[in-house]
């Protein structure tokens, strides 16, 4: 763990940092609240041990401060030589989680520090499991791609972002053509493995890493170009009609081709764009493209 020893006094400090060391943690010390604030800031801290008695900022104060934060928990424990019940009850009240007297003993800081390190490993895991969580909801099963949810929350993003620095965006929206005679003629399962190869066309197609293709629905796909203009959206879209064409993947029955095709709507965003008008505009421009004869990604 990395520990960070506050105490305005040295002596104290190194007394506590060497229990600490021998343990097998790395140490940092802090002379005072507003320093141990600081390198709380600016670097990983997994457990703080903090004294009381501090002048400018005492150890309740930058307690109070970290906690006020938000941030993932971690242990807090003062080490005070104020044994009155009210300050141990001060500091659990301000967010310290322990509260020992000094002059420490260092079997019983050794102690509590084992006690701390269980309940922080215990966090950690259940942060870890919050951001697998937070993967799994954002992603599709099927295909691997990222899902709606993810795919919003993408686009939402990108827009902000567009609108604080003008960089242009663009979308494109596509649904595959007659796919549920696909499904009809050569079964769900079938439809399915379709269904991921188009997601392989489509990540074929892309060339920028940062390029963000979802599976929007069904057997809609949703493609967010960052850093894109009108000009560059349609390089990509004559690209994504190329690979599905450099596939083949046959459709069963299909009056459009013998093979698997898609229809698109291509747009740019303007400013101050909501993200559900976006994809609107290219909801309408995809329709317009089934309806000229599908096969086609229209801006
Ligand atoms: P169009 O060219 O106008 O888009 O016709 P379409 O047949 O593709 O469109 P329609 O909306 O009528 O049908 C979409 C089909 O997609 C129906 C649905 O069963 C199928 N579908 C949606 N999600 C899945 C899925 O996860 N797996 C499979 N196999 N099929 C799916
Ligand atoms: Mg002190
Ligand atoms: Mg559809
Ligand atoms: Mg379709
Ligand atoms: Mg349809």
């Not at 501090?54 to 941030?71: L, V």
């Not at 890493?209 to 493609?223: C, H, S, T």
């Not at 081709?257 to 008008?277: R, Y």
Request: hydrophobic share 45%; proline share 3%.
């Amino acid at each position: 763990m990395n520990v960070l020893v506050v105490d305005d006094q040295k002596s104290m400090r190194s007394v506590t940092s060497t229990v600490i060391r021998e343990m097998g943690h790395d140490v940092t010390e802090a002379e005072s609240g507003q320093v141990a604030l600081d390198i709380y800031r600016s670097q990983k801290v997994d457990l703080m041990l903090l004294d009381v008695e501090m002048p400018g900022m005492d150890g309740f104060e930058t307690a109070r401060a970290i906690r006020e934060h938000k941030s993932v928990w971690f242990p807090i424990i003062f080490l005070s030589a104020k044994t009155e019940p009210k300050f141990f009850v001060e500091g659990i009240r301000s967010g310290g989680d322990i509260y020992l007297y000094k002059p420490i003993v260092p079997e019983v800081l050794e102690a509590m520090v084992h006690a701390m390190e269980r309940l922080a490993l215990i966090q950690e895991e259940l942060h870890q499991s919050k951001i697998n969580m937070e993967k799994i909801a954002n992603r599709d099963q099927l295909t691997g791609l990222i899902n709606r949810r993810g795919f919003d929350n993408a686009v939402n993003l990108e827009i902000t972002k567009s609108n604080a620095d003008r960089s242009p965006l663009a979308l494109i929206l596509l649904d595959i053509d007659q796919f549920k005679q696909f499904n009809d003629t050569a079964g769900h399962q079938a439809g399915d493995e379709c269904l991921k190869v188009v997601a392989t066309i489509l990540l074929k197609a892309m060339c920028r890493p940062a390029d963000l293709v979802a599976r929007y629905g069904g057997e809609e796909f949703a493609v967010l170009l960052h850093n894109t203009d009108l000009a560059g959206a349609q390089v990509v879209a004559d690209r994504i009609v190329k690979t599905f064409e450099d596939f083949a993947y046959p459709h069963p029955n299909s009056s459009v081709s013998k093979f698997v095709t898609a229809s698109g709507g291509g747009v740019q965003f303007e400013q101050g764009m909501t993200s559900s008008a976006l994809l609107e505009a290219a909801d309408r421009l995809l329709y317009v493209a089934k309806r000229e004869g599908r096969n086609r990604i229209i801006f």
